[in-house]
């Protein structure tokens, strides 16, 4: 019953520091997201990967970098992390697209002070 | 970008109570999806529409997807302290169908 996993599930990080947001997923499903949700503001897309070695940037991509090198793995990596960075990062996979069952991580909670 | 509009923003009510709350837009959706999101979890699926004028139920929950497919609602009967979450619609598909455009959701408070 894993899913998707995402870790850690809470960091502090200090201005300027950089860390990766690490997802892994069972499913072998193809597509893969990551989204912000800020306080009142929905869920906003930052990078999408529709399969292994294929990733292209969302609504947000400043600030953050993907990979994509296996089925079950898409880790974000925050570059000199800023205060505008401080939400909640969720990672999320579909086996064909968003017309289909999107299913989501529990979260993680990034502060940057 | 197609922008979703949800209302009410916050809506507060004492179990036992009905409601509805409301997903707009001022383009058409391709498709359109409801999630609920607990706190401290992430969102998950309750329902996509795809059709005009589409209704779903899920048990006291019932979907409709307008006949224009700008807008859609959530109806929920005699709401439990259980169905307390954020309701998200979301939009997938125009020009691409890899990305979903969320709604800024629905705070749905019930009172036992």
Redesign the interface.
Known sequence: NAG?TQTPKFRILKIGQSMTLQCTQDMNHN?M?W?RQDP??????IY?S?GAGIT?K??VPNGYNVSRSTTEDFPLRLELAAPSQTSVY?C?SSES???????????SWLTVV | TQLLEQSPQFLSIQEGENLTVYCNSSSVFSSLQWYRQEPGEGPVLLVTVVTGGEVKKLKRLTFQFGDARKDSSLHITAAQPGDTGLYLCAEGGGGSNYKLTFGKGTLLTVNP
């Open positions: 998707v597509y997201y989204y009142g503001m929905g869920l906003k897309l999408y529709v292209d969302g609504e969720f999320a697209g968003a017309g289909n069952t999107i299913y989501f991580g529990e979260g």
